[in-house]
């Protein structure tokens, strides 16, 4: 039996995602932006919290870690961390560590620049990324505490995964990632495709998540610094990528 997931929304504009392993009955929370929604899925499809799998210490991403591990006395998963912004954590990862959820096996991947603590979780069998506020559908995380070149690295670490992977992202941002893509890559035929996508998937009140990750390789100009015709659209040929991510992000805050 596969891997279940599910994915509701959170707050404002961030998602919560539950996998669960039907052979052990195992169910990871990815992040825990607020307990209750955690909750009310849980009990909507019988499932039991064994583990919180947390990506970074951003308050969106965390608020409902207190509640549910009393909760469910569940294990809690952190990124390594030495200023341990990150409360209840029961065990610390870093790059490489693999983790196991019932009979799932997580990896983690470490992709600072939004933060330095940011870590990814890649269930590998299950062909799924889940990217929180590192990579997002058609666009990136803000970099608030690391450096360009140091989050372009980690988007490379991402695009390094196979296309048929899912990505599973932080935030519904995906329509404001397009419309600025758009200004950098008007005649970009997959980001083209996917804005048309997303523009129905929107009207029906759906989510844009997953995304196929061959699929943001071909249309996230974000993962596509290093593009000599990325360059080219900035006016910046010949520099180099993580120059052009930079510009790319800063046009990106401004817009
Ligand atoms: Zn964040």
Not at 24 to 30: G, M, Q, V
Not at 46 to 55: C, E, Q, S
Not at 136 to 148: A, D, N, P
């Amino acid at each position: 039996m596969s891997a279940e997931i599910r994915l509701f929304p959170c707050l404002s504009d961030n998602f919560g995602y539950l996998i669960h392993d039907p052979a052990t009955k195992a169910t990871a929370s990815i992040d825990a932006p607020e307990a209750a929604p955690v909750i009310k899925a849980l009990e909507h499809e019988g499932w039991t919290l064994t583990d919180i799998l947390i990506t970074h210490h951003h308050g969106d991403h965390v608020g409902g870690v207190a509640e549910l591990k009393q909760k469910y006395g569940c294990r809690v998963v952190a990124p390594h961390d030495k200023t341990t912004k990150i409360g209840n954590v029961d065990l610390r990862v870093a790059q490489g560590d693999v983790l196991k959820i019932g009979s799932l096996l997580a990896r983690v991947l470490e992709t600072p620049g939004h933060t330095l603590d940011h870590v990814s979780y890649v269930f590998d069998n299950e062909k799924t990324l889940f990217a929180a506020d590192t990579l997002f559908s058609i666009g990136c995380g803000r970099v608030f505490e690391g450096t360009y070149p140091m989050m372009w690295d980690s988007l490379l670490k991402l695009r390094a995964l196979p296309d048929d992977f899912d990505l599973y992202c932080g935030h519904e941002y995906t329509a404001s990632n397009i419309k600025f893509a758009l200004t950098v890559e008007p005649d970009n035929a997959a980001l083209k495709a996917r804005a048309e996508e997303v523009t129905r998937l929107r009207a029906a009140n759906q989510p844009t998540i997953p995304a196929k990750l061959g699929d943001e390789k071909k249309a996230n100009v974000f993962l596509r610094a290093d593009e000599p015709s990325v360059a080219a659209n900035l006016r910046m040929k010949g520099a180099s990528a993580d120059k052009v991510f930079g510009e790319l992000r800063e046009r990106k805050n401004k817009s």
